[in-house]
């Protein structure tokens, strides 16, 4: 008996996921890979009774404890028979199995595990997507200087354009090519005349003889708790409490459009019994900013950071672009068990010109140098109810990295999640994405606390109180210093149609004061609160409706109260026998500024993601639809506009735009066979 989530529960549950994980990241993160790894589960339900612990981690939406329980009900009851089942399981309440409800099924076929290679190459999706968006409002950067623009203006045209061919059976196989043109990038001419500004093509093989993985191409590569080496998505703090340890596969295809944080080259794992051994080579060239180099060769000889950004659309940027060359290797041997796993990595990076940023006080102890080695021990241990994890790792300048941790399951009602870090202020990471406070591990000291309880079982409450210390100095904090999180939220599922959330968010620390007048800067608290209500309910078969109230403050010192607040209404609409959906949403906003500025997920067209920030006061509205033009064919189309009241621009620099409204089109068309 199969049993999956249908489509409008797909979505809905996807959009909420990403939400959630959303939440504590300000856009900083680009969710495609999570999106993309989500559908792919959609489209191909993991069968509970014939799955592994590396699989259901891969999902990322259950913690190990739930694994392991569930691991541990079927080895005393036998195969599940119903997906309803879960509700049986220790720890698995209500709001867990509605999400993973559309990414797992129920049935005795071993198929899943028994392909023939001919199915394997043939009878997969074929899938081709062609996109295209733009800003409506003409831009500074595309304006002559006749017309007020500027003399380094974006060289390119404002569409932005994207396409991508993959083929996929599975998770077991995977190929693809992406290419995307960012707008202001030049497109078939002048420094773009292979086309596209960004290419990306990948083979991904699993489960090959003892071959668990092997990637060709662009891949990324996840070891142990991400102290040394993650360019996969990992949960950091967010809603989901409990969900504190990275876990994933160790290589990974990589089908995204950020450019940077990824391997090009080539990677393995090898699997014997409980041994596994993993490697992997990269050759790339990337963006740097250059300041030293021969006018004539045009070798470059010194470079003061490494560009994150990928746009190429200004003169200076493309000066930028492929400005060094980087090789990375390095592997992992592991020795895995469901209770408990020990690992080795490694890690070697190499530049091709020194990377030597300014000296400031706060960044002497930061990576210069052109080579860069890492290793580390990680370790995972399940006893009873206690699952403890964790990573020790060292940087070649003898700097240290440590995090430790340990998921409680407390009686079927009450779980908790402790995690330790200590980061050196001389530890040094190129590719890392520790559970942290800060945006790289270094020069932090912390320790979480989170808890998650039922009391009842349409009732959950979770929260976390996360302390963190800085002992040496930060960008814009000129002495060590310290500050605090805390979180809340009360979940109430009156029925399996409707989902009710209030949360509450305190963040404090420390910065400048800003009109110090003494020869060291003094620092003073800041403040920010961020409070929530939200209904998501399915009205028909066909409508849902989501609707938030949200309030944010901010205070600096002594200084004045901001306030915040945002108020939507969603309206969802897709019925199985039309082949037109859509969602809608109004929103009124007001905020004092940037400091009080609130993000909200946005329903977008598939495989993309929108997370803007509603900032000062004004109205935002989108209309998202998607036709089924014809079996394997679809269309969506996306329009959105933002409308601020108190503002005569929007946005500053070259993307400024003279008056109050700002609007965006998207189209997307999708074959699939």
Do not use: C
Request: net charge positive; hydrophobic share 35%.
């Amino acid at each position: 008996m199969a049993q999956g989530g249908n489509d409008e529960m797909k979505d809905a549950d996807l959009n909420n996921t990403i939400e959630a994980l959303s939440s504590q990241s300000d856009n900083e993160f680009d969710y495609n890979t999570i999106i993309e790894d989500l559908k792919q589960y959609a489209d191909h339900p993991i069968n509970l009774n014939n799955t592994d612990v590396e699989e259901l981690n891969d999902l990322g939406l259950l913690t190990p404890l739930q694994v392991d329980n569930l691991f541990q009900y079927i080895s005393s009851y036998g195969k599940l028979m119903v997906i309803y089942e879960l509700q049986a399981i220790p720890n698995m309440d209500l709001e867990t199995i509605r999400k993973i409800l559309p990414y797992v099924k129920v049935n005795s076929d071993l198929s899943d595990f028994h392909v023939k290679t001919k199915d394997l190459i043939f009878k997969g999706d074929y899938q081709l997507f062609v996109r295209y968006q733009q800003i409506l409002e003409k831009q500074k950067g595309y304006l002559s200087e006749a017309q007020g623009g500027s003399a380094n203006g974006y060289l390119g045209s404002p569409f932005r354009f994207y396409t991508r061919f993959r083929y996929n059976y599975g998770t077991k196989l995977s190929y693809g090519i992406t290419a995307e043109k960012d707008a202001g990038e030049q497109f078939f001419k002048g420094t773009q005349k292979r086309g596209f500004d960004y290419y990306s093509g990948h083979l991904y093989l699993k489960d090959v003889s003892v071959f668990k993985s092997i990637a060709i191409g662009d891949y990324s590569v996840n070891l142990g708790q991400g102290l040394i080496m993650w360019t996969g998505f990992g949960f950091g703090k967010s809603p989901f409490v409990m969900n504190v340890k990275r876990q994933s596969r160790k290589i990974r295809p990589y089908t995204s459009v950020t450019e940077f944080n990824y391997l090009r080259g080539g990677a393995f794992t090898i699997a014997a019994k409980s041994l596994e051994i993993s490697a992997f080579a990269s050759y790339n060239k990337i963006d740097a900013n250059i300041t030293n180099q021969d006018t004539i060769t045009q070798q470059v000889f010194e470079v003061t950071s490494i560009q994150q950004s990928g746009f190429h659309r200004t003169q200076t940027e493309i000066n930028d672009r492929e400005a060094i060359k980087q090789l990375v290797t390095g592997g992992n041997i592991s020795f895995n068990k469901r209770k408990y796993h020990i690992g080795v990595n490694a890690v070697y990076s190499k530049l091709s010109a020194p990377l030597n940023s300014t000296l400031r006080p706060y960044s002497q102890y930061n990576f210069v140098g052109t080579q860069l080695l890492n290793a580390s021990i990680d370790y995972h241990l399940i006893i009873k109810n206690f699952h403890f994890f964790g990573e020790e790792a060292i940087s070649d300048n003898g700097g240290f990295g440590f995090l430790n941790g340990v998921l409680i399951g407390l009686g079927n009602a009450v779980e908790m999640s402790v995690v330790h870090r200590y980061y050196a202020r001389n530890f040094q990471t190129l590719f890392a994405r520790p559970f942290a406070e800060s945006s790289a591990p270094q020069n932090e000291h912390g320790t979480y606390i989170g808890i998650s309880i039922k009391p009842y079982r349409k009732i959950k409450v979770d929260g976390y109180f996360d302390f963190f210390k800085f002992p040496w100095l930060r960008f814009g904090v000129d002495r060590p210093s310290f500050g605090y999180d805390a979180f809340a939220q009360f979940n109430y599922i009156p029925n399996k149609k409707t989902l009710v959330y209030a949360r509450y968010k305190h963040q404090q620390k420390q910065v400048n004061r800003s009109n110090n007048t003494g020869f060291f800067n003094e620092l003073i608290n800041e403040r920010t609160d961020n409070f929530r209500i939200n209904i998501d309910a399915k009205v028909t078969d066909a409508i849902t409706l989501s609707s938030r109230v949200e309030m944010s403050f901010f205070k600096q010192g002594t200084g004045q109260l901001e306030k915040g607040f945002l108020m939507y209404q969603d309206l969802g609409y897709k019925a199985l026998s039309f082949p037109v959906a859509f969602s809608v949403r109004v929103a009124l906003f007001q905020t004092q500024g940037y400091n009080t500025r609130i993000y909200a997920y946005e329903d977008d067209v598939l495989y993309s993601f929108s997370i803007p920030a509603y900032q000062d006061r004004g109205m935002r509205y989108y209309l998202n639809a998607r036709w089924t033009i014809y079996k394997g064919i679809d269309l969506w189309v996306r329009f959105a506009q933002t409308y601020l009241s108190n503002r005569k621009t929007i946005s500053s620099g070259l993307d400024e735009i003279q008056g109050g409204t700002k609007s965006e089109i998207k189209a997307q068309i999708r074959f699939k066979f």
